[in-house]
């Protein structure tokens, strides 16, 4: 039987212990959708190279939104953390519904600027006019899955921001499973089923969002979860809390949002450069997708315990608690690291390209495997600092990143004409500029007086 809401308790404490029970499910369930995301990638590298390298201009696009939910997530995760370190258990489930309902306005927004707004946008930056039209058609199926993935991350910022990340792992799960069911059967055409080609992908993933939400909603209903944290008790609409949350998350929407739409940039910048490096570079994606799920699991980690540790007054911990996260971080990075270095040809393998494809990729690769140490290091600061409540900090440190990056992958890739290796560099410049700011923040003690 579950547990009343007034016999909860949802503050953490700073123990190893402590992160890796709540790190280590968030890795599980951002990896699972990493894998259907390769799987994807494997399955229409057998269609040839053009879709593989067009996996990659449809597949950043599509992250420009999602990482806008994921934006809208992190801030309702401060926010949720921040009640649950207050142990007000009461003003969870509110905070839940109008997340909900802020997201769904922001999905339609999505759906209408693809349909109306995207194809005009590829017909101007891509060369090849079947590029161009694969693609839209591809973007107005996919688009539509939106509202399930919005909703499938508020319901990530409630289970994280509770200290209940354990069941994050059931839903990716399903979704995995039955996203590989449907890729195969849609883009190949099997078990009866239509092929339908590059499109099959898109059904596949909308079909794999709609069922991982599905069953996760009824774990949650079924452990009680619903009743703990009074889920549905008021559902009306309530102008303060939705203030609250776009004040919270306005700041880290604009920051996800305009650094995917500079990686679009960039992938434009790439298939200037040709179709072999285009698919080379959709592949050191999938790189930082599915290697650097340990180091995006460790940064929502620190989101969460930082506000709910604030919440408990506990300021004094908070930085200690910051180097711990950051170690964990570093160590799964560097192991990656050394595994991508020693075995490069085992990975780049498994797109099925040829020998050809794999040398062109490697040097490539290394640039990115290094990369993803900096980045581990880098995130956690930034996501401490998105937990203190104060998500400017993090769109300023993002405006000054993206403006170094971009004006670097210009002027290596377009001007100079230079191998999208160096192009690729452009990471360490990233984040390193990422880096500085937060880790200032954190220092300076100015965060101390924030209240959210």
């Given at each position: 039987m579950a547990s009343n809401s007034t016999d909860l308790n949802l503050r953490v404490n700073i123990s190893n212990k402590q992160i890796l029970s709540i790190a280590l499910p968030i890795t599980a369930s951002i990896i699972v959708p990493q894998i259907n995301f390769i799987t994807n990638n494997i399955f229409l590298g057998g269609l040839g190279q053009r879709a593989l390298a067009l996996a990659g201009i449809t597949g950043v696009y599509y992250l420009i939104f999602a990482v806008m939910g994921h934006g809208l997530n992190n801030g309702l995760q401060a926010l949720i953390s921040r009640r649950a370190g207050e142990n007000r258990i009461d003003a969870i489930g509110n905070l839940f519904s109008q997340g909900i309902r802020v997201s769904l306005v922001f999905a339609a927004m999505g759906i209408l600027i693809t349909w109306f707004v995207a194809p005009v946008v590829l017909g101007w930056s891509l060369h090849d006019p079947e590029s161009v039209r694969q693609s839209v058609s591809f973007l107005h199926i996919r688009i539509l899955g939106l509202p399930l993935l919005y909703v499938y991350q508020m319901r990530n910022a409630l289970l994280v921001g509770t200290n209940q990340s354990k069941y994050l792992i059931i839903g990716t799960a399903t979704e995995a499973i039955t996203n590989v069911f449907f890729d195969y059967s849609l883009i190949y055409g099997k078990f009866g089923m239509p092929q339908l080609g590059f499109n099959g992908a898109a059904y596949a993933s909308i079909i794999s969002e709609f069922a991982g939400l599905a069953v996760i909603f009824i774990v949650i209903r079924m452990n009680g979860i619903t009743k703990q944290l009074h889920l549905f008790k008021n559902w009306a609409f309530d102008l303060a809390n939705i203030k609250l949350i776009l004040k919270q998350s306005y700041p880290l929407i604009l920051q996800h949002a305009i650094s995917i739409m500079s990686w679009e940039f960039f992938y434009i910048l790439i298939e200037h450069h040709g179709e072999r490096d285009l698919a080379i570079s959709n592949t050191m994606r999938n790189i930082f997708g599915f290697f650097g799920c340990f180091t995006w699991a460790f940064a929502a980690t620190a989101?969460?315990?930082v506000s709910n540790v604030i919440g408990q007054k506990l300021h004094q911990d908070v930085e200690k608690l910051i180097y711990k996260i950051m170690g964990w971080s570093l160590g799964f990075a560097l192991l990656v690291c050394t595994f991508l270095n020693i075995f490069?040809?085992?990975?780049?393998?498994?797109?099925?390209?040829?020998?050809?494809?794999?040398?062109?990729?490697?040097?490539v690769l290394r640039v990115v495997s290094s990369a993803l140490v900096f980045m581990s290091i880098s995130v956690v600061w930034m996501n401490a600092v998105t937990g203190t409540g104060?998500?400017?900090?993090?769109l300023l440190s993002e405006i000054a990143a993206i403006t170094f990056y971009c004006i670097y992958v210009y002027t290596v890739l377009e001007k100079l004409k230079l191998p999208i290796t160096?192009?690729?560099?452009?990471?360490?410049?990233y984040w390193t500029t990422i880096l500085i700011p937060s880790f200032w923040y954190i220092k300076s003690g100015k965060w101390k007086g924030k209240r959210i």
């Open positions: 989101n969460t315990m490069p040809h085992l990975f780049l393998s498994i797109y099925g390209q040829g020998e050809d494809f794999i040398q062109a990729a490697i040097p104060n998500s400017k900090m993090n160096y192009g690729w560099a452009s990471e360490w410049i």
